[in-house]
């Protein structure tokens, strides 16, 4: 058996966990296996990037980070794009395959990836999809791998500052990746006991995040934290068009969504407010145990699927349990936060504001 193997878009920490999970659920059970590694993600096997993989390649990367195949953004959308070198880049992909002989392709990647894992199974290509990505918003799956190993470090930085703003009784703002989705944000945010959790799917009013400043200091609590997720929005711009939207966010020229609400709260409260961003943090280092169990779980049942040749799925995990569910059913689906669901009202029940 000849399989080839990819990671695309940002990564997260258990990509090679993942990784090595198939290769393990594989070559346990077969005796002529073949893996292909595409680096760079799909630009691999666009141009023809890759290398036969030996099992040392896979020795002792279940605690490393990152991906050792690389990876980059190859944007759904530019697919059928030939771009400026004139290359049909799904046309090529499938020539590599083809030239390979390959009997599947194993794609790690978040929702774009996704995608085009769909288009080349519609072009007649075996793909397996294995859900990555910090933001866990891959619709048919409870959990991506990564997303708990990046709660825990989004936790980190809120905890660190807690000491330092209970010591300075400031406002701080604790800005967490996400991108359009705040699962990120209210893992973090409650795990941290944040104050007050902004999120995308549930819009913020200015006065409802004073209040809830307010209503803290009134009871003594001369600080107060914020998780912001990076894609939150006000009510107000939640009405504006994309249009309009932007060019609003030029004219305010924040560096980002944290730095408005910082200048908004120091205005109105004459509280020094002050913004943390951890950034690409949130993507590094070593994977959790939980995301280490993930992967392993998740390739192994990878690897399963393409032995009972059922391609075409996404390997995710449902109530707890291993599920292949079709790509077709899912690509271009977000998981988003419900704002009406039991974990947002549990948090609304302790005192968490929503800004809403
Ligand atoms: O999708 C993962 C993610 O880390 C998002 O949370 C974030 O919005 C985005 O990627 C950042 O992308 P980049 O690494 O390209 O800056």
Redesign the pocket.
Known sequence: MRIGMLTS??DCQALNAAMRGVVKGLSNNIEDLEVYGFFNGYKGLIYGNYRLLTSEDFSGILTKGGTILGSS?EPFKNMRDPGENGIDKVEAMKTNYYKLNLDCLVILG?NGTQKTANLLREEGLNVIHLPK???NDIFGTDMTFGFYSAVNIACEAIDCIHTTAASHNRVFIVEV???KVGW?TLYAGVASGADIILLPEIPYDDDSIIDAIEKRRKAGKGFTILAVA?GAISKADAKLSKKELKKKREQENYPSVSYRIADMITERTGSEARVTVPG?T??GGSPCPYDRVLCSRLGSAAAKAIMDGKFGNMVGIVNGETRLIPLEKVAGNLKMVKPGCKMIKEAKRMGISFGD
Request: aromatic share 0%; hydrophobic share 20%; glycine share 26%.
């Open positions: 878009g940002g953004r978040g990505t910090i933001d990746m996400g991108h990120l990076e690409h949130q993507r």
